[in-house]
């Protein structure tokens, strides 16, 4: 079975665990578990911020930001389909009480005049807009990388009017592996999360990066959500490990270039309105309105393919290390052999 729901379903490689087994520890509580605060440095320092804490989850860095920039009842600005607002459960709703504002976007770059349309209509009916929060790569786009350069003009309008700006690296890596020259992050926005637990293959965990104060009350908040941890060098290790080998990220991109290359030459059905590649480890097949998407998940799964739903009718297909080079034209194949029964 070809695992292509998602870069979540990973498992640590034998180098990865083995990292476990050698790494110095002590009591995170205390801040003194050298292997956590020596991968804080370095997340801190690979992207241009003051400092890092690990936390569990992207969930975890992305809710933490919003406690520490929003009080109760103001705004945040973000994509109307990110996975801040619509995936997490109704974290922000239960935890900071913010609501979120739609902004329009492409490809999860935020349309600037409508940004500070938003902020200027931010008076006595609508609450206070305290944060943009956008993801990158951008997930329900795709999978698309957020141009730097509209992350700096966004940075400019927030700081211009004092908000704050969040960024979901989620899958950061993806967007910086293509483009190392732009790295400072910490230069441009006051948070950013990533996750060693997607593509890089580590088992736990990720990143959350801010000024020294953000992380001194991210600390804090941490402890108040249960995300407190001892000897945690032992899953720091792993994610370093992980992070090391970020470099095979781009391996996924050029797996999933060749199938989506594939399918635009021989996908031939009706049903499937659209086949979408961002440029990195997803592809979405959107399927026709009136179709539906759950019979082509049957017919992958029972082609051997499991995949998932994005929305309601983009299927989604992840590559990652777990898929191996040697089974892409298999794959390739599976798809449009599903495809052509559906
Ligand atoms: C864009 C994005 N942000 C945040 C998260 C949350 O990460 P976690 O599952 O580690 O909480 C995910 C998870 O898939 C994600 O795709």
Redesign the pocket.
Known sequence: MYDLR???VTKPSKIVLESALNAELGDDEYIEDPTVNSLEEECANLLGFEKGLFV???????QISLLIHNDPGTEVITPHD???KN??HGAAAFLSRVQFRDAEHVDGELNLNYVKKLILKSKVHKPVIKTVSI?N???ASGGSIVAFDSIKSLSKIVREHDLKLHI????IWHAIEEDKNNMNYGDYCDSL?F?F??ALGAPI??MLLGSEGFIREAREFRKKLGGGMRQVGVIASMARTALQSREIILEDHAKAQKVYDFLNENLDCKKIESVVYKGTNMIFLNIKSDENPNKLLDLFYKNSIKAGLIGEKSIRLVFHKDILNNAIDEISSLLIHSSSEF
Do not use: V
């Not at 569990?56 to 992305?62: A, C, F, V």
């Not at 979901?168 to 899958?171: C, K, P, T």
């Open positions: 998602s870069d979540t569990t989850s992207g969930l975890m860095g992305n990110s996975h801040i995936y997490e993801e790569t951008h997930l979901d690296g989620a899958r999360t996750c637990s997607k965990g990720s």
